[in-house]
């Protein structure tokens, strides 16, 4: 149904997509997905036109669709986003039915096509029809704007990461949905996501990209017994079903980086603006030569500090440090044993790399038992 | 002829400055107290939104009712005028500061007055300091009807250039004012940029 | 005589002045909305000059209310044109800069869903972003109105009628009495549009944007 020959993408200097051909079927579900900036949201939308390819061809149905009028091509295949992008001057109904009227469809045809959709995704029409945007939770907006992509019946759909911005529960209700919506309309989906657990529970087909390239096509259970390479495999993670043996992991691999030190001789007033503007309750403090000196919090401050005076006088140095390339278990004993929140990871030459907070170490090991955590 | 342009314009400074200077100093305090008393604020924005939406010579009329004419009138209604920036800057700012801020001042022990001068008014001075630059700019292009109430400034020149028809007087009183305008409106906006970044 | 006494003396002169006053300010905010807002949509279109056209608009402002009836005066003459074309250029910067970034603030999302559906780029302006900023745009017009009743007080000193003239007369009489005269009628009719055309930018709001409009 959609056929990719060669298609390649630019932007100045650097590729995008390079050289990449497939096909999807049609009443597949295929899913791109690979990590950040692999190309699978242009991908996405060269299928639409809105992004052009610099060169190769794109087939849907057999035409070539630079053949087709840009507007009409996309009016009939249905595109949801992820910030859903629902009309907020416009009613349920009149956003649902966008497309249609657009194609000068009749009025009432209109509404029963509303009401047929809402109930496919028990949404009453009477409570719901008339509603603004402004008045729905979020799962039930993405829901509508499920819905006013299928409204003109197009044979694909494209979903741009669409459950990204909803909460996991929301989330895994709505991709029961769409996995139901695609069997029983017999519609082609072509869907991205950064989320492997989403893609193994709705693809017929992955396509799994990186750096412009597809490294392997294959149906879910294919790709989990025969990951083509590395990458896939790390993607794959926790669902591989051999253990491997656990990678050997070191405390730099559950560290957050982004971590805000200011030199021992600033003033308290500064230290609390920035942790003010940064959102955070504490700082790292370091030595003129940048090793590390100590830590302060908000509470010492507020209990402690004078407007004016050094914060050098308010540090204190219980916050346990370690070495990066120290092991992740000892890493994760000391953070226990400890009374803070979180342990300092240092770099050889004692300059800050990073921190291990709680609920870093938390996630992390949620992750690799579980897969993605929120 | 070039002595008159130049009294001209000292007078047309000297009338802008006094009046932005005592707006400034009176629309701040209105915005502090717009901030700390939490009934009066929309009292004093309701009332410094009036006074804009008078029409100036109107209100410049009705001043000189009262003041007669001359300079003092033109500043009084200069100060009027130039209120609602600056108070509706120094109000927006002072309560835009972010709370976390102002609870780790008043757990260190500040009172409200320090913690006014020492957080909130240093924070929010890009804001008011944007204000004052519009109440500025503004003036300056209102103290040019001074001269139908008897005051001093480029209007004078202005104005005799209209009586007699004369297209050289217009532009010689004009050219200032446009001048001084858009010399103080770029130079106070970056020095604006400049108070934001230091802020953030 | 008591004002109100005079007031009902000059009954007709007053009145007269004031429907000169209001067809000077209507003709020029007819005129401004039906140059500005057009510009500023195409401006949405063409960002690269935005800028500048902004700026030039900008600096009209600047110039003086008397400077530019002078300029008019002297280029064109007396009466109510010369009157319109200066209060019709004033006008144009409030109703055109918040054309401009009402519509260019629409949030992304709403554009990328309208063109990924299929509008075409007329369909997504009048669908689209043209309703979610006319709260904007009216809120620009409303400044505008305003301004131009402010500076149609002026216009008397050309020739042009208006309120203005009654100050103005009042002023070079040292008369009280057609100082308000000219005055209060003025001032009560910034007050009058500037709560009508702020209802009107209320009752415009489309009912799914209100919770956000601060």
Redesign the interface.
């Known amino acids: 149904m959609i056929k990719f020959q060669n298609v390649s993408k630019s932007y100045g200097h650097t590729a995008i997509l390079k050289n990449i051909s497939f096909d999807i079927n049609q009443g597949e579900f295929a899913v791109l997905i690979g990590p950040s900036g692999c190309g699978k949201t242009t991908t996405l939308k060269t299928i639409n036109r809105l992004i052009e390819p610099d060169s190769g061809t794109i087939f849907i149905d057999g035409k070539d669709i630079t053949k087709e009028n840009p507007v009409e091509l996309r009016r009939s295949i249905g595109y949801v986003i992820q910030q859903i992008g629902l009309f907020p001057n416009m009613t349920v109904e009149q956003n649902i039915s966008i497309v249609p009227k657009l194609l000068k469809y009749p009025k009432e045809k209109c509404q029963e096509i509303v009401r047929d959709l809402l109930a496919l995704v028990d949404m009453p029409y009477e409570e719901n029809a008339h509603k603004y945007p402004t008045e729905l939770s979020g799962g039930q907006q993405q829901r509508i704007g499920v819905l006013r992509a299928l409204a003109a019946s197009p044979p694909i759909i494209l979903m741009d990461e669409p459950f990204g911005a909803l909460d996991p529960i929301t989330r895994e209700s709505l991709q029961e949905e769409i996995k139901q919506i695609q069997k029983k309309l017999k519609k082609t989906i072509v869907f991205v996501t950064h989320d492997m657990d989403e893609a193994i529970r709705l693809a017929d087909t992955i396509i799994f990209m990186d750096n412009g390239k597809i490294v392997q096509m294959a149906s879910p259970e294919e790709m989990l017994q025969n990951p083509a390479d590395s990458i896939v495999k790390s993607f794959l993670g926790k669902h591989m079903d051999n253990g491997d043996g656990a990678p050997k992991l070191f405390a730099e691999d559950f560290m957050k980086t982004k971590v805000f030190k200011v030199p021992k001789t600033s003033r308290t007033l500064e230290c609390i603006k920035l942790m003010s503007s940064k959102d955070v309750n504490s700082l790292v403090i370091l030595n003129d030569d940048d090793t590390y000196f100590g830590t302060v919090t908000i509470e010492d401050i507020k209990a402690l500090g004078k407007p004016g005076k050094e914060i050098a006088e308010l540090v204190t140095h219980d916050v346990i440090t370690v070495g990066r390339k120290e092991d992740a278990q000892t890493a994760f004993d000391r953070l226990l044993s400890s009374k803070s929140n979180y342990i300092i990871v240092l770099n050889e030459n004692q300059t800050v790399a990073g921190l291990i907070t709680r609920t870093s170490m938390a996630k992390a090991l949620g992750e690799a038992l579980w897969g993605e955590v929120l | 002829m070039s002595g008159a342009l130049l009294e001209g314009i000292l007078e047309h400074m000297a009338i802008v400055s006094i009046a932005v200077l005592i707006s400034s100093v009176l629309g701040i305090i209105m915005g502090i107290i717009a901030y700390w008393v939490r009934f009066l604020d929309s009292v004093i924005l309701w009332v410094s939104e009036v006074l804009q939406t008078i029409p100036s010579l109107a209100l410049l009329a009705l001043l000189m009712i009262i003041f007669g004419l001359g300079d003092i009138t033109m500043i009084v209604g200069l100060v009027l005028y130039a209120l609602l920036p600056i108070v509706r800057n120094t109000y927006t700012g002072l309560k835009n500061v972010s709370p976390h801020l102002k609870d780790a001042a008043r757990g260190m022990g500040m009172s409200k007055m320090q913690r006014l001068f020492k957080v909130e008014i240093p924070l929010s001075f890009p804001l008011i300091f944007s204000g004052i630059k519009i109440a500025l700019v503004n003036s300056l292009s209102v103290a040019v009807m001074g001269v139908l109430i008897g005051a001093n400034g480029l209007g004078t020149i202005i104005y005799c250039g209209i009586q007699s028809r004369n297209m050289m007087n217009i532009l010689m009183g004009a050219i200032p004012v446009v001048i001084m305008a858009l010399v103080f409106d770029f130079g106070m906006s970056k020095i604006e940029k400049k108070l934001i970044k230091r802020t953030k | 005589m008591s004002f109100t006494e005079f007031v009902s003396k000059n009954y007709n002169e007053i009145l007269k002045s004031l429907v000169r006053h209001i067809e000077l300010v209507g003709i020029s905010i007819l005129i401004g909305i039906l140059i500005s807002i057009p510009l500023g949509i195409f401006l949405t279109r063409h960002k690269r000059v935005a800028g500048p056209v902004l700026a030039l608009a900008g600096?009209i402002q600047?110039?003086?209310?008397?400077?530019m009836?002078?300029?008019a005066?002297?280029?064109i003459g007396i009466g109510m044109l010369p009157a319109i074309i200066v209060l019709t250029l004033y006008a144009i910067l409030p109703i055109l800069r918040n054309t401009y970034t009402g519509i260019t603030e629409v949030?992304k999302?709403?554009t990328?869903?309208?063109?990924?559906?299929?509008?075409?780029n007329m369909?997504t302006l009048f669908?689209?972003e043209i309703?979610?900023a006319l709260p904007t745009i009216i809120t620009g017009i409303r400044l505008s109105t305003?301004y131009i009743?402010?500076?149609?007080?002026?216009a008397g000193?050309?020739g042009a009628g208006g309120?203005?003239d009654l100050?103005?007369t009042?002023?070079s009489t040292y008369n009280?009495k057609y100082?308000?005269a000219?005055?209060?009628p003025?001032?009560i009719l910034?007050?009058i549009l500037?709560g009508l055309i702020g209802l009107l930018e209320r009752i415009l709001t489309?009912?799914?944007?209100r919770?956000?409009r601060i």
Do not use: H
């Open positions: 600096t600047t110039i003086p209310g008397l400077v009836l002078g300029f005066l002297v280029l949030d999302s709403y990328e869903a309208s063109r990924g559906i299929g509008m075409t369909q669908k689209v309703p979610i305003v009743v402010s500076w149609a007080t002026l000193l050309i309120l203005g100050i103005w009042g002023l009280t100082i308000l000219g005055a209060v003025s001032a910034a007050f500037n489309p009912r799914g944007l919770r956000s």
